[in-house]
């Protein structure tokens, strides 16, 4: 039986009261009380306790109320604990940064795989976490990963790209880090940069497109990532299109949507090496009018728009939010492909309400992913399965 002790729903309601600050931006505690139906007391209990861990302050006095007074104005702490976010490519580039709560990189570090066995691997993400690790306090590492990954334990349990089978990941790197390290499958860390900081902050049901050297899928159904069994839901990049057949797909198969779409496959048809996403980015974006990009980019956007017509198809999400460095690419040809094809492909009950958003995030802020594997770590309100006994 699942015992719910003081402790257990006094972090239940911290929970709720810092998403809830983190969502309004600014509250109050009156505010708080009148939204959970709290009492006084147990609100101020609750703030005294966030700001006690730093990660809430007053940043100002609202309106006078009833009462006479100028109630405090309560919001994330800038200055409070900071928060490491490390995001490894299927390429092989990893970008570090520091990041304080309200989501400002403070620094950044850049590096990149020369070899891609695990031991390697691990002991360069060991090292860019080091490098950018402050003297303050942090509230943990974030990590985004290719593969299908366990994000209870951290464990590879597969990645097409590297080859990796079994991979204790996060595993190895807690050993050497004093603060809790949390990781996820890179598409699941964009999926939560959309809940935490992007275009998913209001959503309870929606799907994420990752565009850019790979494509996959995140799923969020009531405020949740479903992750499927054994946590690879969201692989649509291995989605067999009929546009595409020659080409042999990292996984071993032909046909994948992947093969077309992703960032090292259309550079290479351009004639050029692939030099990394933003590399891509920068070339792509400077000759997105020259008719062979353009052609291209055409073909591509409209295999996106399939993809995400069939995911419309089984979901019915609330929005699909593309994310990634394609979409920024051309955003309003982008939207302009994709809403053509998810109109001709989905049904239309499904593709006369869904939103099509292209992600807020710009070059550079993907940081902001590995922030929010922490925040949805540390704070993600926990469904009780009462046959639990933890």
């Known amino acids: 039986m699942y015992v719910l002790t003081n402790s257990k729903v006094n972090s239940l309601h911290k929970q709720m009261v810092l998403r809830f600050i983190w969502k309004r931006k600014h509250t109050s505690r009156p505010e708080i009380c009148r939204v959970f139906g709290f009492s006084k007391s ?3 209990g609750i703030v005294q306790s966030l700001e006690e861990d730093g990660l809430i302050t007053v940043s100002g006095f609202g309106q006078v109320s009833s009462s006479g007074r100028r109630p405090e104005v309560l919001s994330v702490n800038p200055e409070g604990p900071k928060v490491v976010s ?3 490519k299927d390429t092989g580039e990893i970008d570090a940064a520091l990041l304080s709560l309200d989501g400002k990189i403070v620094q950044r570090r850049g590096d990149f795989l020369s070899q891609k066995t695990p031991e390697y691997a691990i002991q360069h993400v060991l090292g860019v976490i080091r490098d950018v690790l402050p003297s303050s306090s942090v509230l943990g590492v974030g990590i985004g990963l290719p593969g299908i990954v366990d994000h209870t334990s951290g464990r590879i349990e597969y990645s097409a790209h590297f080859q990796w089978r079994d991979i204790p990941f996060g595993e190895t790197i807690q050993d050497f880090i004093p603060y809790p390290v949390f990781v996820e499958n890179r598409t ?3 999926t939560l940069g959309e809940m935490w900081f992007g275009r998913g902050l209001e959503s309870r049901n929606f799907v994420c497109l990752n565009c850019g050297d790979t494509l996959g899928a995140g799923i969020v159904i009531g405020e949740k990532v479903y992750r499927g ?6 692989e649509v990049g291995h989605i067999p299109v009929p546009q595409v057949q ?8 032909r046909g994948c949507a992947e093969t077309m779409v992703s960032l090292p496959s259309i550079m290479r048809k351009l004639g050029r ?3 990394g996403e933003h590399d891509a980015f920068c070339f792509l974006r400077a000759h997105r009018d020259d008719a062979q990009v353009r052609s291209l980019l055409e073909d591509v956007f409209a295999v996106i728009g399939e993809v995400a017509a069939v995911l419309i198809n089984i979901l019915a999400p609330e929005k699909v939010i593309f994310t990634g460095v394609l979409p920024r690419v051309d955003s309003s040809f982008f939207l302009r492909l994709v809403t053509q094809a998810v109109a001709q492909k989905a049904l239309s009950p499904f593709s006369q309400k869904v939103l099509l958003e292209v992600s807020p995030f710009q070059d550079g802020e993907e940081a902001l992913w590995g922030q929010a594997v922490v925040m949805e770590h540390l704070f993600a309100m926990k469904v009780v399965h009462w046959e639990d006994e933890r």
Not at 229 to 234: L, V
Not at 246 to 253: L, M, V
């Open 246 to 253: 020659e080409a042999i797909c990292s996984c071993g198969r």
């Open 42 to 44: 147990t609100v101020s």
């Open 229 to 234: 069994n054994p946590r690879g839901a969201g």
């Open 188 to 190: 699941v860390a964009a």
């Open 273 to 275: 090496d692939y030099r």
């Open 86 to 88: 490390v995001l490894l």
